[in-house]
């Protein structure tokens, strides 16, 4: 009987991360953010829950991820430490980003970094080199278009960062700073990932590209 109850729950585990019940349920959990996010009275429980939706969304694309080798490993590493690490030298000198600090939603921190950061730089780096993996172009311009993309995921998200807690910046404003220093650093990882030889392509990455960006784009208009 034990046996039979434990190959049954492994049958359902298997059938849930299947390829298209997990893309259903990325798209199930960005709705469910937005309407969270966007009442008032349902806000700070769903603020409460972004480290838990970072924390899944970064497993669920890495469980798809076709090929692992040592280069996937070391450029996920690097992807991570040069992230936090680019923030922490931010956040104390101004000279990257521009003046800002982080606040409360995405949790614990480390010389005034929340840990999460890291895996947010990889969740924004790792799907928009997914989105354009099967693009034929040099793998120069490959990079330069998916910085583009993450510059452009990360516009709809400063406004709507600030709002929720997640970060703020010196008198509210934005600089233009912030998004050259984001061009810069997210140039110089993807040329990292797209130049190391393992597989970029994966479906789930793209899909959550897609809803991140759709999530802070309505929720621009909501908040």
């Not at 960005?30 to 603020?47: D, S, V, Y």
């Not at 099967?134 to 406004?159: M, Q, R, Y």
Request: aromatic fraction near 14%.
């Amino acid at each position: 009987m034990n046996n039979t109850t434990a190959k049954q729950k492994n049958q359902l585990i298997q059938e849930l991360l299947k390829e298209k019940n997990v893309i259903y349920l990325l798209i199930a959990m960005h709705i469910a953010g937005i309407i969270g996010l966007a009442l008032p009275e349902t806000r700070n429980i769903f603020k409460l829950l972004v480290p838990f939706n970072l924390i899944t969304n970064a497993l669920l694309i890495l469980y798809f991820q076709k090929q692992w080798n040592k280069y996937l490993i070391g450029a996920l590493l690097i992807i991570m430490f040069t992230g936090f690490g680019i923030e922490v030298a931010g956040v104390h000198t101004g000279l990257i980003f521009g003046n800002y600090w982080y606040k409360t939603t995405l949790g614990y921190k480390v010389l005034e970094v929340p840990l999460l950061i890291a895996i947010n730089w990889l969740i924004v780096i790792y799907t928009t080199s997914a989105c354009v993996a099967e693009i034929k172009i040099s793998k120069i311009f490959k990079a330069l278009l998916a910085t583009c993309l993450t510059v452009g995921l990360d516009f709809f998200i400063e406004p709507i960062a600030m709002k929720l807690d997640f970060w703020d910046w010196q008198n509210g404003i934005i600089p233009l700073q912030n998004y050259i220093g984001w061009f810069i650093t997210a140039f110089f990882l993807h040329l990292i990932v797209i130049f190391l030889p393992f597989e970029k392509k994966n479906k789930v990455a793209v899909v959550l590209y897609i809803c991140e960006l759709i999530f802070f784009l309505v929720l621009g208009f909501l908040l």
